[in-house]
């Protein structure tokens, strides 16, 4: 049995700059989670990190690959065990991060954009697109992210050599290709996907190979007409897609194979419905895809051959070109072995000479010609030479920088926002860029998502033609992932940003009130909540409306700040939807309920709290009382006054006591009234408790100690029954004692 290869190990300078590395981000990671984005730490932290970044990176771009439960830098392992490197392969493998390559622009910025993505959970990446489409968005080419999807590698491993020896027969077999709408979801995948196109197409052509070209030019045929007609029936829309992929495909064909196909071009069989599947792949074959077809052409053969030539001038016919594709491809082959050939150089003049017919000797020396297909091959010389001086340089990399990229993006959306006349166009265009706003928001990036929303809101005003397409765009963008991210945002945002966020969700419409009232019912930050109850309560009486639909809510959570957010908005549209609250079973929605209620201020309010209490009974009764009876706001006088002059106090004494007790301490006019009123009021059947109310409410009076108040006992002193009269004088005494 053949034992695996083992990994190499690096040098032990690059292990301790690779382990070093490993700290940097260990220490950037834990001070981007922990801290605010102006902290000094971050700033020290990150610092390291692309110093050590820089270090990896001299001699070029560096690729880390997780293997297991560690971490490889250029296929080499660490000299010894490093728990730094450990923890970050296993940071990477639970974002399904298969590998990461880095270049020297990685900065500081770069590293804290990454960082940030990584300290959230996988859970909530995966729901958000997955690691790799997030970097797409926050990110830019300083990272490049290999994405592992483990579900596809399963299926690979189970059946796609099986399918690929399927389709490969199906190819070979005849002109059509037979082959059921399973397989051939299994060969628009495979097409997708370069190097399992590249691999069928290779082995492809090397099972059609007894035969010589016909027989693999045909097989070639047969799978591009079965593609073809399976796309354009399923999914048209792909089929630009498919042909380029096949037509880099085709940097791989060998000379004859492509001569023999582009021999069939003009012939019936080269057609597939409305459709000539050699003319639309080969008119998509950028000149990198041709030049690689020409060098690996000249690589095999060892030299240029007459197939070569033909397929050559048709795929280029244009004999400037030839030249240009003409230079790539030596570029190409001179990194082959057989550029290492002392005898190259005069090789390739042959193949020059021989794939085109056109000569510049008479103008061009062959030393200056072989200077110039060579200047593409020496990007350093030009660098040794140059004389920029380094804030020069340092600003042309800063130029092409990850912000700056991000800038230019959002420059260019604004731009076009701006200049496109046509409606229909504009909105489309605005849709694409919401489309890219709701990808900011689920990065973070929520000013310059709202900067791009702000700009169509802007445009849709200034031009009445773009408004109903603005106000669609805005509701798309409401119904994404913003209300799902934003409470967090809103903890560390300026009031400028808060105010932009509160403008554009009016824009959006009601249709957001539900999801952010979700959000506002499960966050736990005062400030984030307050201006989310802001923007909620900007709604008005369309607000309401659209709260009140919220009270049957399955989620308490969601029932408790509807309650609270038509409190918020008071009067008394919408008092009898929080009427079946006041018996929910969950006692803080209860609570929200009267407080809603009490805090109304109104009489309609009022009697309907009183009716609930008094026809309540058993723990609902009781969890009513107390929580009215724990309220400390001036703002529930008029309730209690209410309930001291409508109220039977024998069938409720608690709530009655309670409210006198809670006028006296408030105070105000209209307590003052209340309680003149409970002073005068008695049975005579019941002598007892008709005093013990009455001094309640005379000591209550005392205990305002206002000049209404003090009038009132002195008026009760002189007039009235005559135990009005004890009492009041009673509580005058002690007021003057």
Known sequence: MTEPAKTPTLSPDASAAFAEFARACKAAARAVALYPGSHPAIGVSLGRLAQSTARLAENGPFRLEVRGSSLVLGGSAADRPDSSIGELADVLRRHTIGSLTVNAAADADSWRTLLLLLARTPEEVRADGGIA???????????????????????????????????????LAGPQLELDDSTFEALVRIVNDPEKLRKLMSELEEAAGKGGAEPKAAAIMSL????????????????????????????????????????????????????????AMTSRM????????????????????????????????????????????????????????????????????????????????????????????????VEQISDDPPERVAAWVGSVSDAALHSLDDRLLLDLLVIEQDPLRWRDMAQTVIGHA?????????????????????EGERVPERNPHARAALEQLGRGSMIRHVAAHLRSADDETFARFQRLVLAMGTAVIAPLAEVLSAEQDARSRRRLRDALLGFGAQGRESVQKLMNAPNWEVRRTAAFLLREFGGSEGLKELI????????????????????NGTQEASAILLRAMTSASGRTRTTLIAELMSIRDERVVPAFAYFVRHMDSRLA???????????????????????????????????????????????????????????ALRAASTRGPRGVRTVARGELERLES
Do not use: C
């Open 580 to 599: 079946p609250l006041l018996t929910d079973t969950e006692p803080l929605v209860q609570r929200e309920a009267v407080q809603g209620l009490v805090m």
């Open 438 to 458: 709701d990808d900011l928001i689920r990065v973070g990036h929520f000013e310059r998502a709202w900067q791009l929303a702000d700009s169509i809101l802007g």
């Open 286 to 381: 950028s000149d990198a895809t041709i030049a690689e077809f020409v060098s690996n052409s000249v690589v095999a053969e060892r030299g240029a051959t007459g197939r070569l030539k033909a397929a050559f001038q048709a795929l280029v016919p244009e004999r400037d070109r030839q030249r240009q594709l003409l230079a790539l491809a030596e570029t190409e082959a001179a990194a082959s072995e057989l550029g290492h050939d002392a005898s190259f150089s005069e090789l390739w003049d042959r193949v020059e000479g021989m794939l085109t017919t056109y000569s510049d000797e008479d103008f061009v020396s062959s030393a200056y010609g072989r200077e110039l297909s060579n200047a593409r091959s020496r990007p350093v010389e």
């Open 653 to 711: 004494e608690k709530i009655y006591d309670g409210a006198v007790e809670a006028l006296g301490n408030h105070g105000g006019t209209d307590a003052v009234e209340a309680l003149t009123f409970a002073l005068h009021q008695g049975d005579w059947w019941a002598p007892l408790r008709t005093r013990r109310r009455r001094t309640a409410a005379a000591g209550a009076l005392r205990m305002i100690g206002s000049e209404p108040a003090l009038e």
């Open 133 to 171: 489409k997030l970097w797409a968005t926050a990110g830019g080419p300083s990272l490049e992210i290999v994405e592992i999807d483990y579900a596809e590698v399963l299926r690979e491993k189970e059946g796609e050599a099986a399918t690929i020896d399927q389709i490969i027969a199906a190819a």
């Open 224 to 279: 591009l007409h079965g593609l073809v007609e399976y796309v354009s029936r399923t999914t048209p829309d792909q089929l630009e897609q498919i042909f380029k992929k096949v037509a880099t495909a085709a940097g791989a064909f060998s000379a004859d194979t492509m001569a023999e196909l582009l021999a069939q071009v003009d012939k019936p069989g080269a057609v597939a419905g409305t459709t000539n599947v050699v003319r």
